[in-house]
């Protein structure tokens, strides 16, 4: 089955047959946890439990990642709807994440080219190119 025929099959879950199009595997070490939103068919659960699995083959990291995720209908012309999190780490706690994590010599590369500010690690960014302390 095409992905545009399986989109037409499952209708509202079309956002994870997007995501079953993706890359040729690899070996797996990320792993999907989800949890099924009320009323979201065992199809739709299947299509994300395959482009977890799809994305899973494209990652070698120990990562666990926990999604809620169902279908709804939505307004005309909606094609589909997410909502985000957003989770805070100094740059310091990050820059160290990733030596510990080094497995390889590109992240050996990585690391030693990391950005450092003007006083200490870090980075300097512009926003619209007018400032690095925007008021």
Not at 7 to 34: D, S, W, Y
Not at 44 to 62: E, H, K, P, S, V
Not at 101 to 114: E, Q
Request: proline share 4%; aromatic share 8%; no cysteine.
């Amino acid at each position: 089955m095409t992905v545009t025929a399986f989109v037409r099959h499952l209708k509202h879950g079309a956002a994870a047959a997007i995501a079953l199009a993706v890359g040729a595997p690899a070996e797996a070490a990320l792993t999907f946890n989800f949890t099924f939103t009320g009323g979201t068919s065992v199809t739709a659960q299947n299509a994300f439990i395959a482009a977890g699995n799809r994305w899973a083959n494209l990652f070698t990291d120990d990562v666990s990642i926990d999604l809620t995720v169902g279908t709804a209908a939505l307004a005309p012309n909606i094609l589909g709807q997410a909502q985000s999190r957003q989770v805070n780490f100094g740059y310091n706690a990050f820059t160290a994440a990733l030596a510990a994590d080094i497995t390889s010599a590109s992240d050996v590369t990585a690391v030693a080219n990391l950005p450092f500010a003007n006083n200490g690690p870090g980075f300097d960014l512009l926003i619209n190119g007018t400032s690095d302390n925007p008021s």
